[in-house]
């Protein structure tokens, strides 16, 4: 099993996502801490969430909820099928 500090450096940053995902958010009236609020989640978790820091699905799946599209549209390399690379 890899250690913590593994398992967090597996994880991708990707402000450019972020960002779009913020954008979007924005044009429907949305905010993130609206979202933990509606999760009763910490800011911080959703924030790292969209930022690809960690995962969490309820996180993940009020956002794309929010954007009127799956997850997996989202964040495709985290929903990759088995056996897909």
């Not at 398992?7 to 979007?24: G, N, P, S, V, Y």
């Not at 044009?27 to 960690?54: D, F, M, N």
């Not at 993940?60 to 929903?79: F, G, K, Q, V």
Request: aromatic share 6%; charged share 30%; hydrophobic share 40%.
């Amino acid at each position: 099993m890899p250690a913590f500090g593994d398992l967090f450096a597996m994880m991708t940053l990707d402000i450019e996502l972020h960002k779009r995902i913020l954008e979007r958010l924005h044009e429907r009236g949305v905010t993130l801490a609206q979202v933990a609020r509606e999760l009763k989640r910490s800011p911080t978790l959703v924030t790292y969430v969209s930022q690809g820091r960690c995962r969490s699905r309820p996180v993940e799946s009020a956002m794309a909820r929010h954007l009127n599209c799956d997850a997996a549209e989202l964040w495709p390399t985290r929903y990759q099928k088995r056996g897909d690379k």
